[in-house]
């Protein structure tokens, strides 16, 4: 089984900072990745696929990179709205998917 | 519009048996995997397994494997999470979500399961 590995677990993160957010797959995953974001009380959202395609209506603040086994994803002048925790999902074992265990991002 | 309703929250006994449902619309169906998660209060997403409603192919997650049943209703568009015993550990949020070939755009409401004497 691929285990995900996202740090920090939160970061906190003022107006107009780059939040740099982590994850690690146990093996490689190629560019079979996905970042969500879940708010409060909501299902996830989708945010990135592919480790760095936006997925439809996502501001272009949200960005993702990487491949293989690690990946990142970064949010430019991060605004109230992004507070949130994120997370990891590879599909590189379609359909079967596995997340990483988030990282809770803080507005300052 | 694709759509995943699920079913009311519910409160359970430990022992009981229950089963969920996720009802979905405004596509085929049969042609794409669903996928269910749980989210324990407070905590992270945890893939359970995935339903193939066309031939009802399932895959369970390793965790999940022979605790939980997923199923799937062709003729009422329905996919369903079930368990025979219930435990306090299975109170969670568990949501159901289309799964596309990269990624998971489309999710439902989730249900909340809480399980308490």
């Known amino acids: 089984e691929i285990v995900m590995t996202q740090s920090p677990a939160t970061l906190s993160v003022s107006p107009g900072d780059r939040a740099t957010l982590s994850c690690r797959a146990s093996?490689?995953?190629?560019?079979?990745l996905a970042w969500y974001q879940q708010k409060p009380g909501q299902a996830p959202r989708l945010l990135i696929y592919?480790?760095?395609t936006r997925a439809t209506g996502i501001p272009a603040r949200f960005s993702g990179s990487g491949s293989a086994t690690e990946f990142t994803l970064t949010i430019t002048s991060p605004q109230s709205e992004d507070l949130a925790v994120y997370y990891c999902?590879?599909?590189?074992?379609?359909?079967?998917?596995?997340f990483g265990g988030g990282t809770k991002v803080e507005i300052k | 519009e694709v759509q995943l309703i699920q079913s009311a929250g519910e409160v359970k006994m430990p022992g009981e048996s229950l089963k969920i449902s996720c009802t979905t619309s405004?596509?085929?169906?049969?042609?794409?995997?669903i996928v269910w998660v749980r989210q324990m209060p407070g905590k992270g997403l945890e893939s359970m397994g995935v339903?193939?409603?066309?031939?009802?192919?399932?895959r369970y997650s390793p965790s999940f494997q022979g605790q939980v049943t997923l199923s799937a209703d062709k003729s009422l568009n329905t996919a369903y999470l079930q368990w025979t015993s219930l435990k306090a550990s299975d109170s969670a949020i568990y949501y159901c979500?289309?799964?596309?070939?990269?990624?998971?755009?489309?999710w439902g409401q989730g249900t909340l399961v809480t399980v308490s004497s």
């Open positions: 979500a289309r799964v596309e070939v990269a990624g998971v755009a489309h």
């Open positions: 405004g596509y085929s169906f049969i042609s794409y995997w």
């Open positions: 339903i193939y409603p066309g031939d009802s192919d399932t």
């Open positions: 093996q490689s995953i190629n560019s079979d």
């Open positions: 592919g480790a760095s």
């Open positions: 999902q590879q599909y590189k074992n379609w359909p079967l998917l596995t």
